[in-house]
């Protein structure tokens, strides 16, 4: 291969990694706002920071450090913290100007809890609605309406159709958001694990059950299966809202060019 080929090759390819990579940090754009120092370090200590610097089109919902203690003050676990913060994340590009030009008033855009896939059904989801007087509300799909209050205060940081950071007037939350992972039991207690696993050599002495009749929970663990099965295909349905490929088609375009010039030099 011609050496001026290999050139070219290496250049496109280097492009095309960048156009890959996202080129904001949010806890940088963050530390230049004092009121938001804690808003900004809660998103690292949840791993959102990362998340939100792995997404080429992203915008945040920024709130303020006296009503980050207010939430901090309620000691949410972590994975629910994680989740509310989540609702901050929109997988969408919105600044002050779309804000305000919205298609009929209002839109609906998935969030970083909605792509996580742990939100139920599309509960992840947050309904952006311009209200009487021009004040832009920010609600979450599984809170009514007329509960809404956050609302949109400022442009904190724009850098358009790569990541916009908006300050609202207070903490998105839901029911969704704050309930205990799916993935954590609660510990039995003692009575409750005496009246599970019963008195030594208790099974022995039971009487064996009729044949051909099922036991209640026989019947109940079947029918809990059944509904767990359409609960992770919505769980599935649900990861997929949202999420954008991160820069592929720019990739794919700088490679088939790279392709293209190879012939040429050939």
């Known amino acids: 291969m011609p050496r001026a080929g290999v050139v070219h ?41 990362d998340d939100i610097d792995g ?18 003050a309620r000691g949410l676990p972590r994975e629910a913290l994680r989740h509310v913060l989540s609702l901050h ?11 305000h030009r919205l298609p009929g008033g209002s839109a609906v855009v998935s969030t970083l809890f909605q792509a996580s896939g742990d939100a139920p059904g599309s509960e992840g989801m947050v309904k952006i609605a311009v209200r009487r007087g021009g004040r ?26 790569n990541i916009s950071v ?22 039995p207690n003692s009575t409750d694990a005496s009246s599970k696993h019963g008195p030594p050599n208790a099974g022995a002495h039971a009487a064996p059950s009729p044949v051909g009749q099922g036991s209640s929970s026989d019947d109940g663990a079947d029918e809990g ?38 012939v040429v030099d050939w």
């Open 136 to 161: 832009v509300a920010f609600v979450p799909q599984d809170v009514d309406d007329a509960r809404a209050n956050v609302f949109y205060v400022k442009s904190v940081h724009e850098a358009p159709y």
């Open 166 to 187: 908006l300050q609202v007037s207070a903490v998105i939350t839901s029911p969704a958001a704050e309930a205990p992972s799916s993935g954590t039991e609660p510990k």
């Open 9 to 49: 090759v290496t250049l496109l390819l280097f492009v095309a990694l960048g156009a890959c990579r996202a080129t904001h940090n949010i806890t940088a754009i963050l530390a230049d706002h004092r009121d938001l120092a804690e808003f900004g370090r809660q998103l690292t200590a949840t791993g959102l920071a």
């Open 225 to 262: 299966k059944k509904s767990g099965d359409g609960g992770d295909g919505g769980k599935k349905n649900s990861a997929s809202v949202g999420a954008a490929p991160r820069g592929l088609p720019f990739a794919l375009a700088f490679l088939m060019a790279a392709s293209a010039i190879l």
């Open 89 to 99: 994340v929109l997988v969408d590009y919105y600044d002050d100007a779309k804000l």
């Open 55 to 72: 997404r080429n089109t992203i915008t945040v919902l920024a709130v303020d450090d006296a009503h980050m203690a207010q939430l901090r």
